[in-house]
């Protein structure tokens, strides 16, 4: 029997504003192209409308979701699917945290963590290698929840993007917005008990301010052997900080070359992504090994 999916591509809204959160008519038509898109749905498999839902409908097939939010793991119950034990809400809170790996992996020169307005305005004032900043929410996600920014003082407008920002005490990512010739993810999963399986080095097509656009298996030489073992060392790094915020499920970790270097670590996504699928696939080669004990 197939599964019963919940494509939740607003996990990262009911993260930040835990709560009964939802998308507009607009936006749940987009949701229903995306998952198509995924790739994630396999013969026998349906998609989840849970805003158009009959109770028990899915009634005995296994259940599975984009993230495993409170509100996807709802609709789930609500279809009669089979539901498995998933990372509690704080876990993935955690897990999707932009500050999750911070300090921890390579970083774009004055990229920092800021928590208040005078942060915000030092760094501004202090300036990039660009000219240019992007400011980035704790959960933002597929370009959504970002601003741009250039070196100087606040305007009024981003001003008050920042002070909304920082409302909630998250805090602010803030690293200078450079331009990209190669976006690179690696995907993988890390089981109930630990263990990780990764899967192949992916190259990314993604628009101007980092919405995804397609994903392709990368051929070998599109990354040299200082970039490949950068990037098997985030991945190392980045599974460590998972399994220590109790995460386990799938994940995948972005990267970017850019004209002063190699990023192996900008994103790290504690859920399914658009191409997880295709690093994911059986005929894939792993790129890295993570151990149990890594």
């Known amino acids: 029997m197939g599964r019963a999916w919940v494509f939740n591509f607003d996990a990262e809204e009911e993260l930040a504003r835990p709560g ?12 229903a192209q995306l998952a198509e898109a ?52 704080a876990v993935l809170r955690a897990a999707n945290h932009r500050a999750l790996v911070e300090g921890r992996v390579p970083d774009l020169p004055g990229g920092r963590w800021v928590r208040s307005e005078d942060d915000v305005r030092a760094a501004l004032a202090e300036g990039s290698c660009s000219g240019r900043w992007l400011l980035k929410r704790a959960w933002a996600y597929n370009g959504r929840g ?40 690696v995907h993988g999963e890390i089981a109930r008990d630990g263990a990780v399986v990764c899967g192949s ?26 970039e490949r073992e950068a990037l098997r060392g985030v991945l ?25 270097g190699f990023v192996p670590c900008c994103d790290v996504n504690a859920r399914y992504t658009m191409g997880w699928s295709v690093g994911m696939a059986k005929s894939a080669e792993a790129f890295a090994v993570v151990s149990a004990a890594s």
């Open 20 to 31: 009964r959160l939802t998308p507009s008519p607009s936006l749940r038509d987009r949701f």
């Open 38 to 89: 995924t790739g994630l749905l396999r013969e026998g498999d349906l998609r989840v409308d849970e805003f158009n839902l009959e109770s028990g409908c899915f009634r005995g097939m296994r259940g599975a979701a984009w993230c495993p939010t409170p509100r996807a793991l709802r609709a789930l119950r609500r279809a009669g699917a089979v539901v498995d034990e998933a990372p509690s809400p």
């Open 146 to 185: 970002r601003l741009r920014a250039r070196d100087g003082d606040l305007d009024a407008h981003t001003a008050q993007w920042v002070r909304a920002s920082l409302a909630s005490a998250d805090g602010l990512r803030m690293e200078p917005e450079v331009e990209r010739s190669l976006d690179v993810a």
């Open 201 to 226: 080095l992916t190259v990314q097509r993604c628009d101007a301010f980092g919405a995804w656009q397609g994903t392709e298996i990368a051929s070998p030489e599109v990354l040299d052997a200082g």
């Open 236 to 260: 190392r790094e980045v599974v460590a900080a998972l399994r220590g915020v109790g995460y386990w499920g799938p994940f995948g970790v972005d990267g970017f070359r850019w004209s002063g």
